[in-house]
């Protein structure tokens, strides 16, 4: 099964699990989602004329209306059969491909890590080699790509309401991890019947931080694997081939790396094993807590660990 992004399968900067799915899969099924990125003044100069590669579905979202709040364009959600609150949902994220032939990336006063460093804002329209996978920068720079969604999230509780895209919580979201790229897994505890599922804010390259706010913002295509669990504890957690990842978000950096460290402890404790003193020796030996963004109002932390260690 394939969803388009189109103005009737998006929705532009908010999460709401009031929102009706565009689709519908059972637990351990694949999907295929498109997805696309930004607003008009995103459009790389001279594709009017073919210069770039613009999906045409971009321009009809534009075309039906731009939100007047910023955020996300997100296609979804997908309604995954039986899906409760308290379950956890499984994705995984099979394959992942580039879209187009561009990208973009933005500096704006009153943002980033550094919000009042930059005066200006400064957009910078990013040409990507599909065949090379890699990003020319303005200075000559070829950086190597690793596209993966920044934004993968749940409906988050129906008491919440309308909510916005732009800051990752408990139902995921705008987490902004740029190690959930193809043959990853990511753990998302669901709130909401169908779990609802949605994605986007498609990004080409990103470092841990994304310290100004955008990463290499593109359009994506994303073969997920959906799958209902009722066996793990309701936390943000991912995997790799080589990896466990605690996730957390907080406005509080400190409060970020207490929550992925409890979180690891418990994870090494349960398939090492071991103590929880041991396993908080062994997050402190071997773990890599990370800061994966702050940009995004509510920050985020991750804690790695090899599986090799446990």
Not at 144 to 150: I, Q, R, S, V
Not at 188 to 209: K, M, N, R, T, W
Request: net charge negative; proline share 8%.
């Amino acid at each position: 099964m394939i969803v388009d992004a189109s103005p009737k399968t998006v929705h532009w900067g908010f999460f709401d699990a009031a929102l009706p799915p565009v689709t519908e899969v059972g637990s351990g099924e694949e999907i295929t989602i498109r997805t696309v990125s930004g607003g008009p003044n995103a459009l790389p100069p001279g594709h009017e004329e073919g210069t770039f590669h613009v999906p045409p579905e971009l321009l009809a979202i534009h075309a039906a209306g731009v939100p007047s709040v910023p955020g996300h364009i997100l296609t979804g959600p997908v309604a995954v059969r039986g899906a409760r609150p308290g379950q956890v949902l499984q994705i995984d994220i099979l394959d992942v491909t580039l879209r187009q032939d561009w990208g973009y990336n933005f500096i704006r006063p009153l943002a980033g890590t550094l919000p009042m460093d930059f005066h200006e804002t400064t957009h910078v329209n990013i040409p990507l080699d599909l065949d090379a996978m890699t990003a020319r920068m303005p200075w000559g720079l070829d950086l190597p790509l690793a596209p993966f969604f920044g934004v993968m999230g749940v409906a988050p509780p129906p008491v919440w309401g309308r909510i916005s895209t732009i800051e990752p919580r408990a139902h995921g979201g705008n987490l902004d991890c740029k190690e959930l790229v193809a043959g990853t897994t990511l753990y998302i505890p669901i709130h909401a019947e169908g779990a609802l599922f949605s994605v986007g804010d498609g990004h080409g390259a990103q470092g841990d931080g994304e310290v100004n706010v955008t990463a290499i913002e593109t359009a994506l295509e994303g073969r997920f694997r959906l799958t209902l669990r009722d066996d793990m504890a309701p936390v943000l957690l991912a995997e790799t081939p080589t990896h466990w990842i605690t996730l957390a978000t907080d406005p509080d950096l400190d409060e970020c790396a207490r929550v992925a460290t409890r979180n690891m402890i418990a994870l090494v404790s349960d398939k090492a094993g071991i103590t929880r003193e041991e396993a908080y020796m062994l997050c402190s030996l071997a773990g890599d807590l990370r800061v994966t963004q702050t940009v995004n109002r509510e920050k985020g932390v991750h804690m790695m660990m090899a599986k090799a260690r446990l």
